[in-house]
Nanobody, 116 residues
């Protein structure tokens, strides 16, 4: 059974940082790319970052470049999202995602709220 479990969200002041984690089970983690998405209230879910398997190359939409860093630890079956210089508009539920054998798998999400 595939499971993706996120953690690390919370309330942070503007300019602050958070590191999200997603622990994976049920498939051979090191073989698959992993992604982070987010969904803000009233908005569509959007891609935040992607990390490939193997060489762990990273990709970000232009709007996400510079403040977000995705990484992975294959030994721990974990993908991370380091978020710096957070802004109120970064407030959203952040989801971990994997496409495994043609199926979409999502975590339950972790809430990030950026507010003073």
């Amino acid at each position: 059974q595939v499971q993706l479990v996120e953690s690390g969200g919370g309330l942070v002041q503007p300019g602050g940082s958070l590191r999200l984690s997603c622990v994976v089970s049920g498939f051979i983690f090191r073989r698959y790319p992993m992604s982070w998405y987010r969904q803000a209230p009233g908005k569509e879910r959007e891609l935040v970052a992607v990390i490939t398997s193997g060489d762990s190359r990273t990709q970000y939409p232009d709007s996400m470049k510079g403040r977000f860093t995705i990484s992975r630890d294959n030994a721990k079956r974990t993908v991370y999202l380091q978020m710096n210089s957070l802004k109120p508009e970064d407030t959203a539920v952040y989801y971990c995602y994997a496409l495994v054998a043609g199926y979409d798998y999502w975590g339950q999400g972790t809430q990030v709220t950026v507010s003073s």
